[in-house]
């Protein structure tokens, strides 16, 4: 018997709606930049439902909340399935976004709040829906080790939590010295080697003696975005088994464009849109054995717990780059949260655990 789409589980809940929030959270990180995203809320009659827009450009965030105007087109009762589709044509930016990325944040914002809300609204929480029970979930820190590059951040990250696991962005500057350290601490689960990204600043031009250095010497990490060029491509195809990939994948096409079929993906939520896409594509994976870790977009609010929450019931073993905020902070806090984290499910709800509030600065209703 064919197992039931994941998606078909939550696809026809009711939900009805009948008000919106806007509350932005601010937030300096730990590499250096302060981040803003807005929490969506979603209201019908005693629920709310909750999500996080991760949208970059500040300045997306602020027209947002300057001009959205009436959000009255979102009220009225509709199962979420018709919610996704008006979400799908709706234009949630009232001036075109900075990057095209951005629409794809806003509506999984949207959507993740709509699901939330019609998961309480029919006293179900999203193990519940999807069948499958919430277990303990791993998570590794993606952190900076500066520039010029030192394994001083990452052992005060240790002494900390001396069982704490890496994802790492290397640079240019790393040379066969530092690779043996970080071989040698054996805490490095994923090399980002960024070379899928375009006209940003964290894009790295693909350098075939760093690709050598750190695919070599780090034989252990998963290889997360190389980029194809004639300079790299040979040293690739000897290690494709270790190649993941998240910028380039939004969608099942996109895994099944890949020059080589995956071991493993970086499966970032906000990058699909829509829940459909993303439980589609857990689907697939699943059905031809493609292993699957979360990652992250410095979520502040609601999201990052979704994201914890999608982990627990989908890949709760594999190296999720969903760390706690605390990983996120510019100084290395104490009592920081150890992995496995427990789980934190709400009794309903598309929820988990709790995010402070009070960093809210403005709020905006419609």
């Known amino acids: 018997m064919t197992p039931e789409a994941s998606y078909t589980r ?5 939900l009805v709606i009948d008000r919106c929030e806007l509350l932005p959270l601010v937030r300096d990180t730990s590499s250096g930049f302060t981040k803003v995203s807005l929490v969506v809320r979603l209201g019908g009659g005693s629920h709310t439902g909750e999500g996080e827009d991760i949208t970059w450009d500040q300045i997306d965030q602020i027209e947002l909340l300057r001009g959205a105007g009436d959000l009255s087109w979102l009220h009225g009762a509709r199962t979420f399935d018709e919610l996704s589709t008006l979400l799908g044509l709706a234009n949630l930016f009232p001036v075109e976004p900075i990057r095209e990325s951005a629409r794809f944040y806003r509506r999984w914002a949207f959507e993740s709040a709509a699901l939330d809300l019609a998961l309480r609204q029919n006293g179900l929480s999203l193990q519940d829906a999807v069948g499958r029970e919430a277990r303990p979930v791993n ?3 993606s952190v900076r080790i500066g520039d010029p590059p030192s394994l001083r951040g990452l052992r005060a990250w240790l002494a900390q939590n001396p069982g704490l696991r890496f994802k790492l ?3 240019p500057s790393w040379d066969d010295e530092l690779v043996a350290e970080l071989a040698g601490l054996g805490r490095v689960d994923v090399i980002d080697l960024k ?7 964290v894009a790295m031009e693909p350098e075939a003696g760093l690709y050598r250095r750190v695919i070599e010497g780090l034989p252990d990490a998963w290889i997360e975005d190389p980029a194809l060029v004639p ?3 040979a040293l690739l195809e000897s290690h494709r088994d270790r190649i993941t990939w998240d910028e380039p994948i939004h969608a099942i096409a996109d895994v099944e464009a890949l020059a080589w079929r995956p071991r493993m993906l970086n499966v970032k939520p906000a990058r699909f849109g829509s829940v459909r896409a993303l439980l589609d594509t857990y689907d697939y994976c699943a059905t031809h054995s493609i292993g699957v870790y979360g990652g992250g977009m410095f979520e502040q609010g609601p999201g990052r717990g979704q994201l914890q929450y ?3 019931l989908f890949h709760p073993d594999t190296p999720n780059d969903i760390a ?3 990983y996120n902070l510019q100084v290395v806090p104490h009592d920081l949260p150890h992995a496995p984290l427990a789980p934190e499910p709400h ?3 598309f929820r988990w655990g709790t995010y402070d509030e009070r960093r809210t600065i403005r709020e905006r209703r419609g």
């Open 231 to 233: 300079a790299t491509t």
């Open 169 to 171: 962005d290397p640079t």
């Open 310 to 312: 999608l982990a627990s």
């Open 324 to 326: 706690p905020p605390e």
């Open 139 to 141: 998570f590794v820190a």
């Open 347 to 349: 009794p309903t709800g």
């Open 195 to 201: 070379g899928s990204y375009r006209n940003l600043t």
């Open 10 to 14: 939550v696809a026809g809940l009711p």
